[in-house]
């Protein structure tokens, strides 16, 4: 959820015009991520369940990406971006180390 209070806090700084454009792209994405999380937890699918973390991570990708846009275009800082990147190459890594650990243990099972 940090990421996405993060990304809100962000947000609130830009521009107004960029309110339908930026903004929402990034609260829209920064929520993704915890919902796909939460979803794929609840599934009994394995295959799900990877498929729901894949989709987490492309989030937490776009995310990012969208906060270096708002940098290059000026709108936020690195200074002020860093701490939420930094969050989110800490959750990519949890991410795919949970990936890992489920395919593995799908192939022990089978």
Known sequence: MDPVAASYKLTDL????????????????????????????EESIWVTTLHHLSV?????MEVETH?????RLAYLSMSQIEPLLG??????????????????????ST
């Open 56 to 60: 987490a991570n492309g989030s937490l």
């Open 87 to 108: 969050l989110s190459a800490e959750i990519s890594r949890m991410l795919a180390g949970l990936t890992k650990k489920l395919k593995a243990r799908q192939l022990t």
């Open 67 to 71: 906060l270096l846009i708002a940098n």
């Open 14 to 41: 830009l521009p107004r015009s960029e309110g339908y454009a930026l903004v929402a792209k990034i609260r829209r994405a920064a929520v993704s991520i915890p919902a796909n999380i939460a979803e794929g937890t």
